[in-house]
């Protein structure tokens, strides 16, 4: 039976001046050397509040302040990549009970009481565990020199299937909660398809301006909502060289329906979606249907090698291998990989982000069953 381990986190009142926070914490499962590294997030940066020691029955004690909603990030320095983020409001009194998995890495939410910011974070941390404990022997399987090419398929068929129900929960969660305070941070892990969730960032915002305008994280998703660039809007051109050093444009695809794929040779879900993506070229292609990919490698062999071995088979393949810092990807605010923009043969945009069945089915909306498999 896994072990639990429990933290609680008291806010008091504290006059006028800033709430004073405690937080009383009990860590099991974990390596009595662990430190826990406490930041808060302050504008753009993260800074450090506080290293934290164990004693020799796993308990630690945090005191801080706040006064207004802050959120905390609690590092744990022998759990790689686990950080659980908890927004704190002055005369919180909160509960929270934590899980760590050994086997995937994961810090799971157990419970948590006392407040609705902290509550929502168990939910949203809840549904990323689940989709971790599905996808793990999913890739694992994908991985496999002797997966079959229609296996690989298979796999990458369900791998989207999980990604859009996660999608799904989180939408439904972060709707719900619209005027937590926690919504304005949580709703970041939809950036990379913002144009597709546009209408969750315009509801949280619409329900957070008025009480909490001068919050970072409200006025970070006032900006992802001014800076839309959704369906039904012109695609800017985006102008890069090939393998080659050939210039390519996008707006030389012009009278075709394009898909613009951001993708990366080092990015293990682009590399599953890739056969998807090939079949679909090549039932598609001979009815005006163009591929258009942009990497965001920084080597130009892995970029050609990765193209060579997925079997990539269309001429537009661009990147300036400049990573993420790639001006086709800021164009069109690409801060994660995969991800597409499937452009109409009159320049504007149709949808972001189909991947799998679901863009299956919307280019066979646009061109009828077409041949083959």
């Known amino acids: 039976m896994k072990k639990i ?18 937080v009383l914490g009990k860590l099991t499962n974990v390596p009595k050397n662990t430190r826990i590294g406490v930041a808060k997030v302050v504008g753009n940066k993260t800074v450090p509040v506080d290293t934290l020691e164990l004693d020799n029955f796993r308990r630690f004690k945090l005191q801080t302040a706040c006064d207004k909603p802050t959120l ?21 009194m909160v509960s929270i009970e934590l899980d760590y ?89 939809f950036d990379n398809n913002a144009e597709d969730f546009i209408d969750v960032y315009d509801t949280i915002y619409n329900a ?56 990366a040779s080092w990015c293990r879900p682009c590399r599953m979606e890739n056969p998807n993506v090939v079949r679909l070229f090549n039932k598609y292609h001979d009815k005006g249907f163009e591929i258009f990919s942009v990497s965001l490698d920084r080597k130009h062999e892995d970029w050609v090698r990765a193209i060579r071995q997925d079997g990539l088979v269309w001429e537009n393949h661009v990147s300036d291998l400049n990573g993420w810092t790639s001006s086709g990807g800021a164009t069109y605010g690409i801060t994660s ?35 083959g498999n």
């Open 101 to 189: 998995d050994i086997n995937s890495g994961f810090m799971k939410v157990v419970s948590a009481s006392g407040s609705r910011d902290v509550e929502l974070y168990r939910h949203f941390n809840n549904t990323l565990s689940n989709f971790a404990s599905q996808v793990q022997p999913i890739e694992n399987e994908f991985k496999r020199p002797n997966t079959s090419e229609a296996r690989k398929q298979e796999l990458s068929n369900r791998y989207m299937q999980l990604q859009t129900a996660q999608n799904d929960t989180i939408r439904k969660i972060l709707y719900s909660n619209a005027d937590a305070v926690m919504s304005a941070f949580l709703v970041t892990y």
């Open 208 to 263: 957070l301006k008025d009480k909490y305008a001068d919050n970072q994280f409200v006025q970070y998703v006032a900006s992802k909502v001014k800076a839309s660039l959704g369906p039904g809007r012109p695609a800017p051109d985006i102008i890069m060289n090939d393998p080659a050093g050939k210039e390519r444009r996008l707006s030389d695809l012009r009278g075709k329906v394009v898909l613009i794929d951001f993708w």
């Open 72 to 92: 905390f990030l609690l590092a744990f320095s022998s759990i790689n990549q686990s950080t659980i983020h908890l927004m704190l409001s002055p005369n919180d």
């Open 5 to 22: 381990f429990i933290l609680l986190l008291i806010c008091m009142l504290s006059g006028t001046t800033a709430e004073a926070q405690t």
């Open 337 to 371: 990989v995969p991800s597409t923009v499937l452009v109409g043969a009159d320049g504007k945009i149709i949808a972001r982000n189909l991947r799998g069945d679901a863009l299956a089915k919307k280019l066979e909306d646009l061109f009828g069953s077409g041949n």
